[in-house]
């Protein structure tokens, strides 16, 4: 079956470490993006890429960091320098750059 | 400044009530309008594309619609089982690899 995996579903960390979220496709998409959801708020941008390894800042990329080193992949690390990491986060690919398909996400506590 | 208006933040219909969920937008110039369907937990999940004043789209209980400034999510006679967050999302004309801009949602809730 073609579609987008994250992994973990759940991920605990302490404060002041870095995380690793993984995000994987297998629909044969170009484009790939990381959002961030908070309760009563949009999906926000925090990164986007089209090709391997080139990638682009979203709204919201300051404490986080990606890389895309293969078409499949796109993990998006959380640093310690982002402020307010809790949140759940979605990962989405595009074969076009018009519809976007989304991962099953990765809900982060950091405490 | 949103460039993707929701309304309303919340509705709750009894099961068979038909309504419309409002979204409204400011890009300059239009290049799709997407409205998906998230439940508690999860991802969103793809419903429609809308591309063009005029244009309507149809699944199920749902039906999609797009003028120059609004889009409406139309739900015919729903059922519990379309309880959920629909969001609204569009793409403008300056947008630059795809990139989406989103709505905070409607949380619809559909009780028997």
């Known amino acids: 079956d073609g579609g987008i995996t994250q992994s973990p579903k759940y991920l605990f960390r302490k404060e002041g470490q870095n995380v690793t979220l993984s995000c994987e496709q297998n629909l044969n998409h170009d484009a790939m993006y990381w959002y961030r959801q908070d309760p009563g708020q949009g999906l926000r941008l925090i990164y986007y890429s089209q090709i391997v390894n080139d990638f682009q800042k979203g709204d919201i990329a300051e404490g986080y960091s990606v890389s895309r080193e293969k078409k499949e992949s796109f993990p998006l690390t959380v640093t310690s320098a982002q402020k307010n990491p809790t949140a759940f986060y979605l990962c989405?690919?595009?074969?076009?750059?018009?519809?976007?398909?989304f991962g099953p996400g990765t809900r982060l506590t950091v405490t | 400044e949103d460039q993707v208006t929701q309304s309303p933040e919340a509705l709750r219909l009894q099961e068979g009530e038909s309504s419309s969920l409002n979204c409204s937008y400011t890009v300059s110039g239009l290049r799709g309008l997407f409205w998906y369907r998230q439940d508690p937990g999860k991802g969103p999940e793809f419903l429609f594309t809308l591309y063009s004043a005029g244009e309507e789209k149809e699944k199920e209980r749902l039906k999609a619609t797009l003028t120059k400034k609004e889009s409406f999510l139309h739900i015919t006679a729903p059922k519990p089982e379309d309880s959920a967050t629909y969001l609204c999302a569009v793409r403008d004309r300056g947008s630059t690899l795809g990139r989406l801009y989103f709505g905070r949602g409607t949380q619809l809730t559909v009780w028997p």
């Open positions: 989405a690919s595009s074969i076009d750059g018009y519809e976007q398909y």
